[in-house]
């Protein structure tokens, strides 16, 4: 992986969760919040958990092993919700202009929230990033979808054709 790669797959996943926040903003608080069977119980719930896994993530990148989820998770309404996915954006922007190349191919150690001591290499952990958002985007659809509503398209080809 390369930091062009790197920067092309999460501008990609920032499109993505932007064209899923939007689809949310027309539910009704109601339908925000209703329980509908996934991973997650609400679209709600699971774009909190899109948000504080990249959270997790870039802290565990930047030489951080938070022990719990952050606080702002937990009952945040969609708007603190996106500003906060919007604040973790900026800084992985900030933190991938200093990398390179070479930087992808390193191990990077970390702890999980269980404590559990990892290292892996940071391309395939950013590679991790970007499909476990696109896995939980993908339930996000199916709940829209019951609700209802028809889901935006995130496939990746569709935000490559839409660059052309």
């Known amino acids: 992986m390369t930091i062009t790669e790197a920067l092309e797959l999460f501008a990609y996943g920032s499109w993505a969760n932007e064209r899923v926040f ?14 509908i069977a996934s991973s997650f119980p609400s679209v709600r719930e699971t774009l909190g958990h899109i948000v504080v896994a ?7 990148w930047r030489g951080e092993s938070p022990k719990a989820m952050p ?15 919007a604040t973790v954006e900026a800084e992985r922007s900030e933190y991938l202009a200093g990398l390179t190349d070479a930087a992808l191919d390193e191990p990077c150690a970390y702890r999980t929230l269980a404590g559990e001591a990892r290292n892996d290499v940071l391309g395939g952990l950013m590679r991790h ?17 019951h609700l209802g509503r028809t889901p935006p398209t995130t496939d990746l080809i569709a935000y490559l054709r839409m660059k052309k």
């Open 54 to 60: 990249e959270w997790v993530w870039l802290r565990h």
């Open 22 to 35: 939007t689809a949310a903003d027309e539910l009704s608080r109601d339908d925000l919040v209703a329980v």
């Open 129 to 145: 990033v970007v499909n476990h958002s696109s896995y939980h985007r993908g339930q996000v659809a199916t709940q829209l979808r």
């Open 71 to 85: 606080t702002w998770v937990t009952g945040s309404s969609l708007g603190d919700l996106k500003a906060q996915l």
